[in-house]
């Protein structure tokens, strides 16, 4: 059974930074791409950013590029998104899904807040 665990979330000010991680476990997480996605209040979920399975080809949307950097730990079974520079409108529920491009199956999400 796929189980995806989320944390790191937070309420950060504009210019600040936070990591996520997701947890993996019931499946080789070595086998498969992953994708952190968000949804915005009041919006439709959103990828944000995906990995292959070896780390090494990553995509990103344009709006973090350059600001958010995914990686993933294979030896750990890790997922994770370093969010610098952090604007208001990041805020969002953020969610690790298995898979590239893809919202489902996710994990429960951890809230990011960019607010002064």
């Known amino acids: 059974q796929v189980q995806l665990v989320e944390s790191g979330g937070g309420l950060v000010e504009p210019g600040g930074s936070l990591r996520l991680s997701c947890a993996a476990s019931?499946?080789?997480?070595?086998?498969?791409?992953m994708t952190w996605a968000r949804q915005a209040p009041g919006k439709g979920f959103e990828w944000v950013s995906t990995?292959?399975?070896?780390?090494?080809?990553?995509n990103y949307i344009a709006p973090v590029k350059g600001r958010f950097t995914i990686s993933r730990d294979n030896t750990k079974n890790i997922l994770y998104l370093q969010m610098n520079s952090l604007k208001p409108e990041d805020t969002a529920v953020y969610y690790c899904?298995?898979?590239?491009?893809?919202?489902?199956?996710r994990g429960q999400g951890t809230q990011v807040t960019v607010s002064s």
């Open positions: 899904a298995k898979g590239e491009f893809t919202y489902y199956p």
């Open positions: 019931g499946f080789t997480f070595n086998n498969h791409g």
């Open positions: 990995i292959d399975k070896s780390g090494t080809g990553t």
